[in-house]
């Protein structure tokens, strides 16, 4: 996730990376230093690559898994395992995601991988455990949506949006606290009537990340408050069966994507989060 751009936001801490909008191809795990070393949840099974130097950091990354599974739990379970490569520094972590001058860059998600930096390095007092599971969590939403929803030969084809993608590992990881406001992006709507941070992400991506990010967050939060999750699991559902994400999408939730966020635009434009009341769509 990168955040930074303009505005007040430009210095919201950065702690993510994963995109659909910037979406990586999947390439083939490295072998973890010690094969036995495999943790086995009710979710999935997980290995851990890294070098002898890195030992303590897989501990955190292994709790950060073990915690992340209950609150994973609510999306499915893993088809494949997943391996979590534990990069020594930033420079290697930015060659292993093929994502040069990343600096924000602290792990990067596929659909049975994930590359992250050694906590140690994240600063020069190294992470917290928080931190790292609060990181984990959003990059292992990432391959859970990709794994319930597509087989490894089709997971970059079915056309999933930044704003379902990131608002899903967002919502799931409790990361509301990090991105802009409702209020905010209410304001932002009125200021640029012809920008739309959710269906035009990638022209606002580079200038207005914060806010495209919060608005995958909101939005993301608004089809699960309106719809349930039952239904939004039905998305990845349908999509597991064939369909790609339009497809999905109105097949499970019962409306066009396109309605969908004409409703939600509606919804924050016209503030209806502070009780106001509005016509149903």
Same mark, same amino acid.
């Given at each position: 996730m990168r955040v930074g751009g303009t505005g007040r936001w430009s210095l919201l801490p950065a702690l993510l990376g994963t995109t659909v909008l910037l979406s990586a191809c999947a390439s083939v795990p490295q072998k973890a230093v010690n094969p036995a070393a495999t943790l086995a949840l009710p979710g999935g099974d997980f290995l851990f690559a890294h070098s002898a130097k890195d030992a303590q950091s897989a501990d955190m990354v292994r709790r950060?898994?073990?915690?992340?599974?209950?609150?994973?739990?609510?999306w499915g379970t893993f088809q494949e395992p997943v391996t979590l490569i534990i990069h020594p520094n #930033?420079? %290697?972590l930015e060659r292993a995601a093929h994502r040069p001058g990343y600096d924000f860059l602290r792990a990067w998600a596929r659909y049975e991988q994930v590359e992250v930096q050694s906590p140690r390095t994240w600063t020069s007092a190294g992470a917290t455990q928080k931190q790292v599971d609060e990181l984990l969590l959003h990059e292992l939403t990432h391959s859970l949506m990709w794994q319930a929803s597509a087989s490894v030969s089709d997971w970059t084809k079915k056309g999933i949006p930044l704003w379902f993608s990131e608002g899903m590992a967002s919502y799931t990881a409790g990361q509301g606290?990090?991105?802009p406001s409702l209020e905010d992006l209410a304001r932002f709507l009125h200021e640029y009537p012809q920008a739309d941070p959710i269906a035009r992400a990638e022209s606002l991506y580079e200038t207005e990340n914060a806010t495209v990010y919060g608005?995958? #967050?909101? %939005?993301?939060?608004f089809l699960m408050e309106r719809y349930g999750e039952t239904r939004v699991r039905g998305v990845l559902a349908a999509m597991r069966r064939g369909q790609d994400f339009v497809g999905g999408f109105q097949e499970s939730i019962g409306l066009p994507v396109d309605a969908f966020l004409r409703d939600f635009r509606r919804y924050v434009y016209l503030r209806g989060f502070k009780g106001g009341r509005l016509a149903p769509p």
């Open positions: 950060a898994v073990e915690h992340a599974g209950p609150r994973l739990a609510r #930033h420079a %290697a606290y990090r991105v608005a995958a #967050h909101h %939005a993301f939060t």
